[in-house]
């Protein structure tokens, strides 16, 4: 039998309650409130359903490309480190704008069918080849890039030899040609950082988790809320998946 995380599971009145929790965007505490599990519980729960979302991969982006960079501050929760002082809630970075300290999630948004990619490529500026790790293989050769004018990206279309067009923001330019703009991108941006902030500061460590999670939502939200609920099930069934709670607690 295909092994999904909701096989064999002895609790599937609770799974569909959960999965209906997830489409709300619960915290934990609420979620292990609710269905009166342990906290714990809700945890391993919602990262095993996180992960199966992530290992279906992303759809090939085509046509025109936006592709942008958004920025996270660094949360270690739970994990042991040494490479800065630890630091309370709501505490500024030792250092202002752009470090090590935060880490830069590289988003391509709305290829003009809606298709989205979110992953986190590193600490800090990115460079071409961290981009190209992370977008490289989903975007279409003979696509159109349009980025705003950091040299990174520039640097990225000449690596791939993709078609490359980069508006000028700080120039107050929103739109070149009538049709070219990195407005989706920023707008999803603003929409996942006003997500996020229900979970005050998802672990680093977990971060792709949560943005497979909100691009499976910006995916599905034209969809019933019923219909959601389904399809996430589905989505969450539909590829063998061996990650389990102990893969969540060494990793």
């Not at 609710?34 to 991969?57: C, D, E, M, P």
């Not at 603003?190 to 996020?196: D, E, H, P, T």
Request: aromatic residues 10%.
């Amino acid at each position: 039998m295909t092994n999904t995380p909701l096989s064999g599971s002895r609790y599937p009145d609770k799974w569909m309650k959960y999965i209906d929790m997830m489409i709300n965007g619960l915290t934990l505490p609420k979620i292990a409130e609710q269905l009166n599990i342990h906290i714990s519980t809700a945890f391993y729960w919602r990262h095993k359903v996180l992960n199966a979302l992530g290992s279906r991969g992303f759809n090939q982006l085509s046509g025109i490309v936006e592709s942008d960079e958004t920025f996270f501050r660094e949360s270690l929760k739970g994990r042991q480190f040494t490479h800065r002082k630890q630091k309370k809630r709501g505490e500024k970075d030792e250092k202002r704008g752009i470090s090590n300290l935060k880490i830069a999630v590289v988003v391509v948004a709305l290829d003009r069918t809606g298709n989205i990619l979110a992953r986190v490529a590193g600490r800090g500026r990115v460079n071409a080849e961290e981009i190209d790790a992370v977008i490289g293989e989903c975007i279409v050769p003979t696509s159109l890039l349009c980025t705003d004018t950091a040299t990174n990206y520039k640097k990225y279309a000449m690596l791939k030899n993709l078609k490359h067009e980069t508006v000028n923001l700080n120039q107050n330019q929103r739109v070149k040609k009538a049709i070219l703009h990195i407005q989706h991108v920023n707008n999803f941006h603003r929409r996942l950082k006003g997500w996020m902030e229900r979970f005050q500061g998802v672990g680093t460590h977990y971060l792709d988790n949560y943005l497979y999670w909100y691009r499976w939502l910006e995916s599905h939200k034209k969809l019933a809320f019923e219909n959601r609920i389904e399809q996430m099930l589905i989505s969450a069934c539909q590829k063998s998946n061996y990650f389990t709670v102990e893969t969540i607690r060494t990793t």
